[in-house]
């Protein structure tokens, strides 16, 4: 959900994420970026975007710097692989 996972869509709600824009390239980088330049020679914007009910192009790109890290101790089996983790989870 907070990746976007291909064939899935929430029902309801939002996931709003921060962050700075360059609206010439489309990259995008942490809201600490605002007013710096971009590699491309365009200038970082300060954005709220609504992840799930934005344009595609956009959620194309956040969606490509998001990275999702389980914790590794919280509730898991941190000697197992992450789909051995799923499997007994599902199983309890």
Known sequence: MLRGMKGYQ?????IIY???LCEDCLRVEPPSMENKKCQCGGQ???????FWNCERPLFAAIRRRISIMLQRTFA????DT??????KAIDA
């Not at 929430?10 to 939002?14: T, V």
């Not at 992450?82 to 499997?87: A, G, R, S, T, Y």
């Open 18 to 20: 921060n962050i700075a």
């Open 76 to 79: 898991l089996y941190q000697d």
């Open 10 to 14: 929430p029902d309801y709600g939002q």
């Open 44 to 50: 970082f914007k300060a954005k709220s975007v609504d």
């Open 82 to 87: 992450v789909i051995d983790n799923v499997l």
